[in-house]
Protein backbone atom coordinates (compact mmCIF):
# COMPACT_ATOMS: atom_id res chain seq x y z
CA UNK A 1 0.00 0.00 0.00
CA UNK A 2 1.15 3.80 -0.34
CA UNK A 3 1.61 5.62 2.51
CA UNK A 4 1.15 8.86 1.08
CA UNK A 5 -2.16 9.89 -1.00
CA UNK A 6 -0.05 11.85 -3.34
CA UNK A 7 2.17 9.95 -5.45
CA UNK A 8 2.84 11.05 -9.10
CA UNK A 9 1.22 8.18 -10.26
CA UNK A 10 2.65 6.21 -12.95
CA UNK A 11 0.90 3.67 -14.92
CA UNK A 12 -1.10 1.36 -13.38
CA UNK A 13 -0.07 -2.71 -13.66
CA UNK A 14 -4.02 -3.72 -13.86
CA UNK A 15 -4.71 -7.32 -13.25
CA UNK A 16 -7.60 -8.84 -15.85
CA UNK A 17 -10.19 -10.83 -14.74
CA UNK A 18 -8.89 -13.95 -13.76
CA UNK A 19 -12.24 -15.61 -14.78
CA UNK A 20 -11.64 -14.67 -18.58
CA UNK A 21 -13.39 -12.24 -20.74
CA UNK A 22 -14.10 -8.42 -20.58
CA UNK A 23 -12.38 -6.81 -17.31
CA UNK A 24 -14.38 -4.35 -15.47
CA UNK A 25 -13.13 -2.32 -12.52
CA UNK A 26 -14.29 -1.77 -8.76
CA UNK A 27 -12.89 1.19 -7.49
CA UNK A 28 -10.96 1.46 -3.84
CA UNK A 29 -10.59 4.28 -1.62
CA UNK A 30 -7.35 4.16 0.21
CA UNK A 31 -6.87 7.53 3.38
CA UNK A 32 -3.07 8.72 4.58
CA UNK A 33 -2.59 5.60 7.13
CA UNK A 34 -3.71 2.80 4.83
CA UNK A 35 -7.01 2.46 5.55
CA UNK A 36 -9.34 1.35 2.37
CA UNK A 37 -12.83 2.36 2.04
CA UNK A 38 -15.50 0.72 -0.35
CA UNK A 39 -17.49 4.66 -0.32
CA UNK A 40 -15.54 7.25 1.24
CA UNK A 41 -18.19 9.64 1.95
CA UNK A 42 -19.74 6.84 4.59
CA UNK A 43 -16.12 5.86 7.12
CA UNK A 44 -17.69 3.38 9.04
CA UNK A 45 -16.94 -0.25 9.74
CA UNK A 46 -19.29 -1.19 7.25
CA UNK A 47 -17.47 0.37 4.66
CA UNK A 48 -14.24 -0.77 5.30
CA UNK A 49 -12.59 -3.18 2.81
CA UNK A 50 -10.82 -6.23 4.51
CA UNK A 51 -7.29 -5.61 3.80
CA UNK A 52 -7.49 -9.48 3.47
CA UNK A 53 -9.95 -9.14 0.48
CA UNK A 54 -10.16 -9.93 -3.16
CA UNK A 55 -10.49 -6.23 -3.81
CA UNK A 56 -7.58 -5.03 -1.35
CA UNK A 57 -4.94 -7.51 -2.69
CA UNK A 58 -5.71 -6.74 -6.34
CA UNK A 59 -5.96 -3.60 -6.52
CA UNK A 60 -3.30 -1.17 -7.48
CA UNK A 61 -2.67 2.51 -7.52
CA UNK A 62 -4.71 4.18 -10.63
CA UNK A 63 -5.75 8.21 -9.34
CA UNK A 64 -7.13 10.81 -6.53
CA UNK A 65 -9.64 12.29 -5.24
CA UNK A 66 -10.06 15.10 -3.45
CA UNK A 67 -8.51 19.14 -3.60
CA UNK A 68 -5.34 18.07 -5.73
CA UNK A 69 -6.16 17.61 -9.34
CA UNK A 70 -4.54 16.54 -12.20
CA UNK A 71 -1.24 17.67 -13.59
CA UNK A 72 -2.57 20.70 -15.83
CA UNK A 73 -1.56 24.54 -15.61
CA UNK A 74 -3.75 26.89 -13.33
CA UNK A 75 -5.19 28.80 -15.70
CA UNK A 76 -6.28 25.00 -17.70
CA UNK A 77 -8.70 24.44 -14.30
CA UNK A 78 -12.22 24.51 -15.42
CA UNK A 79 -14.09 27.13 -14.54
CA UNK A 80 -17.99 27.26 -13.96
CA UNK A 81 -19.50 29.07 -17.14
CA UNK A 82 -22.34 30.81 -14.87
CA UNK A 83 -20.46 31.64 -11.58
CA UNK A 84 -16.86 32.17 -12.62
CA UNK A 85 -15.87 29.71 -9.86
CA UNK A 86 -13.07 27.37 -10.44
CA UNK A 87 -14.86 23.75 -10.40
CA UNK A 88 -14.25 20.91 -7.62
CA UNK A 89 -12.11 18.19 -8.44
CA UNK A 90 -13.95 15.11 -8.27
CA UNK A 91 -11.08 12.15 -9.86
CA UNK A 92 -8.69 11.83 -11.69
CA UNK A 93 -7.96 8.11 -13.15
CA UNK A 94 -5.83 6.25 -15.00
CA UNK A 95 -8.07 4.34 -17.49
CA UNK A 96 -7.17 0.45 -18.38
CA UNK A 97 -6.50 -0.05 -21.50
CA UNK A 98 -9.59 -1.05 -23.27
CA UNK A 99 -11.00 2.33 -21.54
CA UNK A 100 -8.80 4.57 -23.17
CA UNK A 101 -11.65 5.50 -25.78
CA UNK A 102 -9.93 8.55 -27.12
CA UNK A 103 -6.76 7.33 -28.31
CA UNK A 104 -3.49 5.54 -26.04
CA UNK A 105 -2.21 9.52 -26.48
CA UNK A 106 -5.31 10.01 -23.79
CA UNK A 107 -4.46 7.70 -21.59
CA UNK A 108 -6.66 8.71 -18.29
CA UNK A 109 -9.42 11.67 -17.61
CA UNK A 110 -10.50 13.96 -14.74
CA UNK A 111 -13.95 14.77 -13.86
CA UNK A 112 -15.03 18.37 -12.08
CA UNK A 113 -18.14 19.02 -10.92
CA UNK A 114 -19.55 23.37 -11.50
CA UNK A 115 -20.48 25.89 -8.64
CA UNK A 116 -24.41 24.70 -8.70
CA UNK A 117 -27.67 26.32 -8.76
CA UNK A 118 -27.17 28.00 -5.35
CA UNK A 119 -24.56 30.57 -6.63
CA UNK A 120 -25.20 34.13 -8.17
CA UNK A 121 -24.27 34.44 -11.86
CA UNK A 122 -21.49 36.75 -12.77
CA UNK A 123 -23.18 40.12 -13.25
CA UNK A 124 -23.71 41.07 -17.58
CA UNK A 125 -21.34 43.93 -16.76
CA UNK A 126 -18.36 42.87 -14.38
CA UNK A 127 -16.37 45.76 -12.30
CA UNK A 128 -12.94 45.82 -14.81
CA UNK A 129 -10.37 45.88 -11.88
CA UNK A 130 -11.76 43.23 -10.19
CA UNK A 131 -8.91 40.74 -9.23
CA UNK A 132 -11.45 37.99 -9.82
CA UNK A 133 -12.56 39.19 -12.73
CA UNK A 134 -9.16 39.72 -14.30
CA UNK A 135 -7.58 36.02 -13.68
CA UNK A 136 -10.91 35.29 -14.85
CA UNK A 137 -9.55 36.51 -18.18
CA UNK A 138 -6.18 34.23 -17.97
CA UNK A 139 -8.65 31.53 -17.97
CA UNK A 140 -8.15 29.11 -21.16
CA UNK A 141 -9.66 25.99 -21.34
CA UNK A 142 -7.88 22.63 -21.46
CA UNK A 143 -7.91 21.31 -25.25
CA UNK A 144 -9.19 17.98 -24.31
CA UNK A 145 -11.94 19.63 -22.27
CA UNK A 146 -15.69 18.64 -22.52
CA UNK A 147 -18.40 20.76 -20.87
CA UNK A 148 -21.40 18.55 -19.45
CA UNK A 149 -24.46 19.77 -18.20
CA UNK A 150 -27.03 18.15 -16.38
CA UNK A 151 -31.34 18.55 -16.48
CA UNK A 152 -30.79 21.48 -14.25
CA UNK A 153 -28.30 22.96 -16.65
CA UNK A 154 -25.79 22.71 -14.39
CA UNK A 155 -22.27 22.74 -15.17
CA UNK A 156 -19.68 19.73 -15.39
CA UNK A 157 -16.86 19.21 -16.82
CA UNK A 158 -14.02 16.05 -18.27
CA UNK A 159 -10.90 16.50 -18.95
CA UNK A 160 -8.93 13.87 -21.45
CA UNK A 161 -4.79 13.44 -19.82
CA UNK A 162 -2.15 12.63 -21.04
CA UNK A 163 0.13 10.21 -19.53
CA UNK A 164 2.37 13.10 -18.37
CA UNK A 165 -0.89 14.83 -16.77
CA UNK A 166 -1.97 11.84 -14.90
CA UNK A 167 1.54 11.26 -13.58
CA UNK A 168 1.81 14.78 -11.90
CA UNK A 169 -0.50 16.39 -9.85
CA UNK A 170 -1.87 20.16 -10.11
CA UNK A 171 -4.16 22.99 -8.34
CA UNK A 172 -6.39 25.40 -9.05
CA UNK A 173 -5.36 29.12 -9.53
CA UNK A 174 -4.91 31.16 -6.62
CA UNK A 175 -7.78 33.03 -5.26
CA UNK A 176 -7.97 36.32 -5.88
CA UNK A 177 -11.04 37.45 -4.36
CA UNK A 178 -11.13 41.01 -2.50
CA UNK A 179 -12.81 40.05 1.00
CA UNK A 180 -16.44 39.64 0.76
CA UNK A 181 -16.76 39.46 -2.65
CA UNK A 182 -17.92 36.49 -4.86
CA UNK A 183 -18.20 34.88 -1.51
CA UNK A 184 -19.44 31.12 -2.23
CA UNK A 185 -17.93 29.63 0.59
CA UNK A 186 -21.48 27.67 1.30
CA UNK A 187 -21.96 24.34 -0.07
CA UNK A 188 -21.99 23.57 -2.84
CA UNK A 189 -18.48 23.31 -2.90
CA UNK A 190 -15.54 24.71 -5.61
CA UNK A 191 -11.86 24.63 -5.61
CA UNK A 192 -11.35 27.10 -3.14
CA UNK A 193 -13.61 25.67 -0.39
CA UNK A 194 -12.81 21.62 -1.08
CA UNK A 195 -11.66 20.79 1.87
CA UNK A 196 -12.32 17.50 2.28
CA UNK A 197 -9.31 14.45 2.65
CA UNK A 198 -7.38 13.60 -0.43
CA UNK A 199 -7.81 10.11 -0.94
CA UNK A 200 -5.62 7.71 -3.25
CA UNK A 201 -7.49 6.00 -5.75
CA UNK A 202 -7.32 2.35 -6.68
CA UNK A 203 -8.95 -0.19 -9.02
CA UNK A 204 -9.01 -3.87 -9.01
CA UNK A 205 -10.60 -6.64 -10.96
CA UNK A 206 -14.46 -6.90 -10.71
CA UNK A 207 -15.36 -10.33 -10.46
CA UNK A 208 -18.58 -12.85 -11.61
CA UNK A 209 -20.08 -9.63 -13.35
CA UNK A 210 -22.64 -11.30 -16.37
CA UNK A 211 -22.76 -7.68 -17.35
CA UNK A 212 -19.54 -7.12 -18.22
CA UNK A 213 -18.40 -6.09 -21.55
CA UNK A 214 -22.28 -5.61 -21.97
CA UNK A 215 -24.04 -1.77 -22.39
CA UNK A 216 -26.55 -0.91 -19.64
CA UNK A 217 -29.86 -0.79 -20.38
CA UNK A 218 -33.43 -0.84 -18.11
CA UNK A 219 -35.13 -4.38 -17.66
CA UNK A 220 -38.41 -3.56 -19.89
CA UNK A 221 -36.42 -2.28 -23.09
CA UNK A 222 -37.66 -2.99 -26.38
CA UNK A 223 -34.35 -3.88 -27.95
CA UNK A 224 -32.82 -7.36 -27.62
CA UNK A 225 -29.88 -7.22 -25.36
CA UNK A 226 -28.03 -9.79 -23.18
CA UNK A 227 -27.78 -6.95 -20.37
CA UNK A 228 -29.07 -9.24 -17.21
CA UNK A 229 -31.49 -6.91 -14.57
CA UNK A 230 -30.60 -6.79 -11.20
CA UNK A 231 -34.01 -7.30 -10.22
CA UNK A 232 -35.72 -10.72 -9.85
CA UNK A 233 -38.91 -12.10 -7.56
CA UNK A 234 -39.08 -7.93 -6.37
CA UNK A 235 -35.67 -8.04 -5.17
CA UNK A 236 -32.02 -7.92 -6.11
CA UNK A 237 -30.50 -11.08 -7.24
CA UNK A 238 -28.29 -12.97 -5.41
CA UNK A 239 -25.10 -12.35 -7.83
CA UNK A 240 -26.32 -8.38 -8.18
CA UNK A 241 -26.34 -7.80 -4.25
CA UNK A 242 -22.62 -8.63 -3.77
CA UNK A 243 -22.13 -6.38 -6.76
CA UNK A 244 -23.80 -2.91 -5.27
CA UNK A 245 -22.74 -0.53 -2.93
CA UNK A 246 -19.12 -0.01 -5.28
CA UNK A 247 -18.15 2.73 -7.34
CA UNK A 248 -16.90 1.07 -10.53
CA UNK A 249 -15.94 1.21 -14.58
CA UNK A 250 -18.53 -1.07 -16.76
CA UNK A 251 -20.22 -3.84 -15.28
CA UNK A 252 -23.58 -4.01 -13.98
CA UNK A 253 -24.75 -0.90 -12.87
CA UNK A 254 -26.96 0.40 -10.09
CA UNK A 255 -28.43 3.61 -10.79
CA UNK A 256 -30.37 5.81 -7.87
CA UNK A 257 -33.60 5.97 -10.41
CA UNK A 258 -32.87 4.99 -13.68
CA UNK A 259 -30.19 3.76 -16.53
CA UNK A 260 -29.25 6.75 -19.08
CA UNK A 261 -30.11 5.44 -22.77
CA UNK A 262 -26.94 5.39 -24.70
CA UNK A 263 -24.33 4.16 -22.21
CA UNK A 264 -21.76 1.78 -23.50
CA UNK A 265 -19.84 -0.84 -21.99
CA UNK A 266 -16.86 1.72 -21.44
CA UNK A 267 -19.15 4.07 -18.51
CA UNK A 268 -17.41 5.60 -15.15
CA UNK A 269 -20.98 4.66 -12.32
CA UNK A 270 -19.76 7.19 -9.21
CA UNK A 271 -21.65 7.12 -5.90
CA UNK A 272 -21.28 10.52 -4.20
CA UNK A 273 -17.89 11.46 -3.49
CA UNK A 274 -16.95 13.75 -0.83
CA UNK A 275 -17.62 17.20 -1.84
CA UNK A 276 -19.95 16.35 -4.72
CA UNK A 277 -23.57 17.29 -4.06
CA UNK A 278 -25.80 15.31 -6.24
CA UNK A 279 -28.29 14.13 -3.55
CA UNK A 280 -26.62 11.92 -2.15
CA UNK A 281 -27.48 9.70 -5.36
CA UNK A 282 -24.74 8.68 -8.44
CA UNK A 283 -23.27 9.41 -11.44
CA UNK A 284 -22.84 7.86 -14.53
CA UNK A 285 -19.82 9.03 -17.09
CA UNK A 286 -19.78 7.63 -20.49
CA UNK A 287 -16.47 7.46 -21.88
CA UNK A 288 -17.01 6.53 -25.65
CA UNK A 289 -20.17 7.83 -26.02
CA UNK A 290 -20.18 11.21 -23.97
CA UNK A 291 -23.66 10.39 -22.12
CA UNK A 292 -23.60 12.42 -18.89
CA UNK A 293 -26.57 11.47 -16.05
CA UNK A 294 -26.78 11.70 -12.13
CA UNK A 295 -29.91 11.11 -9.81
CA UNK A 296 -30.63 11.71 -6.49
CA UNK A 297 -30.57 8.97 -3.94
Given amino acids: MVGAPFPNLTEPDLE ?16 RVGRLWEDPSHTSEDSRVDPASWAAQHSVPAGRI ?9 EQWPRDPTTGMPMMHVITLWLPEHFRRRGPDLPGFALFQGAGEAFMPLPDNPDPADPFVIDLHHHRPHPQQILLTDILDLYFAAIWLT ?24 LPRHAWNHDDPPLLVRLTPRRHDP ?3 IAPVERDATTDTPYLST ?24 PSQWIPDGLTPYYLDLIELPGMNIGTGTLQYDLESNVFDWACG
Avoid at 16 to 31: A, K, L, M, Q, T
Avoid at 174 to 183: K, L, Q, V
Fill in 231 to 254: WGDGDHHDWANKLQWWNHLGGTIF
Fill in 211 to 213: NAG
Fill in 163 to 186: AEELTRIGSPPADRRRPGEHNHDG
Fill in 66 to 74: GPVGPGIAP
Fill in 16 to 31: SDPDGGFPVYDIVFED
